[in-house]
C-alpha cells in the first residue's frame, strides 16, 4: 500500500509538538560545572621524569604539534673501571593545542607512560600563540589526571608485580637464612672458636 501523502509532514510535527511540551535542560555552564567521564580527553598532561626525549610522540604526531628540545649529558661510571655513558636531558616539552587534534597517537605510542590525558577543558586564551603550553603547565596537569581503574579480583597479577614480589621474597628469606645461620652453632656440633684462638 503506497504511503499516504503528508504523512512524513505529520510525524516529524507530532515530534516537534513533543518536544516543544517537555522542559528544557539547559546546564548554566559557569555556574555549574558539566559532568564529565573520568577519562574525558581535556588536555594532556606530561610526567617529566618518566620522558627519555625518544621524540616518539612528536615524529608520529600527525599536526607536528608537539616541540621537544634536549641536549646530552655525560653521566659518571658507577663502577671503578667502568665506562662513562650519556643520556638525554630534557629541555623543552610543548604542545600547541591550537594544533592539536586530540587524536592521542602520542600518548598511545609513549612507550615511557610519560604522557597522559588529563580531564582539564578549561584553559581557553584570548590570544592563539598563548595555546602552546610549555613542561611546567603540562606536569601541572598531571596531578589532574584520574586514577586508573581498579584491576578486576579475579584478573591475573601484573608481571611486573609479581617479579617484584618474588624478589622481595627471595630476599627477605636471604636475610633469614643469614641471620638464622649466624644464631646457630655448626652442625657437625664443635664449637665456635675466634681465629688464631684456642677452645
Partial sequence: MP????????????????????????????????????????????????CTVCMLCARE???????????????????????????NVLDRFAIDFSLCMYCGICIEVCPFDA?????????AETDIHDLTHERDKLREWMWTVPAPPALDPGA??????AAARKAAEKAEAAAAA?????????ADGTPDTPAGGTA
Avoid at 604522557?115 to 584553559?123: D, I, M, Q
Avoid at 591475573?156 to 608485580?161: D, Y
Avoid at 643469614?178 to 655448626?186: K, L
Wanted: hydrophobic share 30%; net charge negative.
Fill in 3 to 50: 504511503p499516504i501523502p503528508g504523512s512524513g509532514l505529520a510525524k516529524g510535527l507530532a515530534v516537534t509538538l513533543r518536544t516543544m511540551t517537555k522542559r528544557a535542560h539547559t546546564a548554566q555552564y559557569p555556574e555549574v560545572q558539566p559532568e564529565l567521564p573520568p577519562r574525558s580527553r581535556g588536555v594532556i598532561g606530561l610526567f617529566e621524569e618518566n
Fill in 115 to 123: 604522557l597522559f590525558w588529563s580531564p582539564e577543558f578549561e584553559y
Fill in 178 to 186: 643469614a641471620a638464622g645461620s649466624g644464631a646457630n652453632p655448626p
Fill in 156 to 161: 591475573e597479577e601484573p608481571k611486573e608485580i
Fill in 61 to 87: 604526531c600527525p599536526d607536528w604539534c608537539i616541540y621537544i628540545d634536549s641536549h646530552k649529558e655525560t653521566v659518571p661510571a658507577a663502577t671503578p673501571g667502568g665506562r662513562e655513558r650519556s643520556r
